[in-house]
C-alpha cells in the first residue's frame, strides 16, 4: 500500500519557487525594457526610431540607468536561481526536450489552421518548447551583450564576442525586440487560454511526481 501511494502522489504543475521565479523574471524584464528604452533615445542605434517618453522608465537617464542596473541584478540572480532549479530537478528536461523538427512543423500547420488544441496545460508543444528554450538563450545573450555596453573597457575581452563595442548595442537591442515579441506572443496565449495564468499563480493542477515514481520503484525492489 505505502508502495502505490508513493507512487502516485503528485505535485503541482507550477511548483511554488517556479511561480516566484517567473513573476520576479516577468517584473525584471519589464522594468528592464521600459528603462533600456529611455536610454536609449539619449544615444539612437537607428535615427528614425525614438520610443515615447511615456513609454519609458527613470525620468532622467541617470533614473533610467538606476532602474536599470537594479533590474538587470534582479535578473541575473534570479535568473541564475532559475536555470539551477530547472536542471538541477530535471524540470527543463521533462518539459522542454526532445524538440523534434517534424512536430514542430505540425504545429505549425495546426496553427496556421487554427486547429492547435490547448486543452492540456500540463505538456508543452513543440513550439512552446522552441520558444521558451529559444527565449532563455536570447536572455543569456543579452546579459552578456549588456555586461559589454555597461562595463566595455574593463570586459573587453568579453566585448570581443560581438566584435566591438558597437557590436554588442545592436546584439543588445536585437535581444531586446525578440523578448518583446515573445512577451507579446507569450501574454496572447495567455489571454486565449485564460487557466495558463491561473495556473502560474495557484500552481495549477497536480501532475505525477517523478521523483516520487522513482521512489516507489526502488521501494518496490528491494
Do not use: C
Not at 54 to 80: D, K
Not at 92 to 120: Q, T
Not at 127 to 134: H, P, S, T, W
Not at 201 to 212: H, K, L, R, T
Amino acid at each position: 500500500m505505502a508502495v502505490g501511494l508513493s507512487s502516485k502522489r503528485g505535485k503541482k504543475l507550477h511548483p511554488l519557487p517556479v511561480r516566484i521565479m517567473h513573476w520576479l523574471n516577468a517584473l525584471a524584464m519589464i522594468l528592464m525594457i521600459l528603462s533600456g528604452w529611455k536610454i536609449y533615445n539619449d544615444e539612437v542605434l537607428f535615427g528614425w526610431l525614438h520610443f515615447p517618453e511615456w513609454m519609458t522608465l527613470g525620468g532622467e537617464a541617470q533614473g533610467a540607468l538606476q532602474w536599470h542596473f537594479f533590474a538587470m541584478w534582479l535578473l541575473m540572480i534570479n535568473g541564475l536561481f532559475y536555470l539551477g532549479y530547472g536542471i538541477s530537478t530535471g524540470r527543463f528536461r521533462r518539459k522542454m526536450f526532445p524538440i523534434w523538427p517534424s512536430e514542430i512543423l505540425s504545429n505549425v500547420r495546426d496553427a496556421l489552421r487554427f486547429n492547435l488544441a490547448h486543452d492540456d496545460i500540463t505538456h508543452y508543444n513543440a513550439v512552446q518548447k522552441l520558444l521558451y528554450v529559444g527565449i532563455i538563450t536570447v536572455i543569456i545573450v543579452q546579459v552578456l551583450s549588456g555586461l559589454v555596453v555597461w562595463k566595455p573597457i574593463q570586459l573587453s575581452e568579453l566585448a570581443t564576442l560581438f566584435y566591438d563595442f558597437q557590436g554588442a548595442r545592436l546584439v543588445h537591442f536585437i535581444g531586446m525586440a525578440l523578448i518583446v515579441g515573445f512577451l507579446i506572443v507569450h501574454v496572447a496565449l495567455a489571454l486565449l487560454v485564460p487557466k495558463t495564468i491561473g495556473a502560474m499563480i495557484s500552481g495549477g493542477p497536480e501532475v505525477d511526481d517523478p521523483q516520487a515514481g522513482a521512489a516507489g520503484t526502488m521501494h518496490k525492489t528491494h
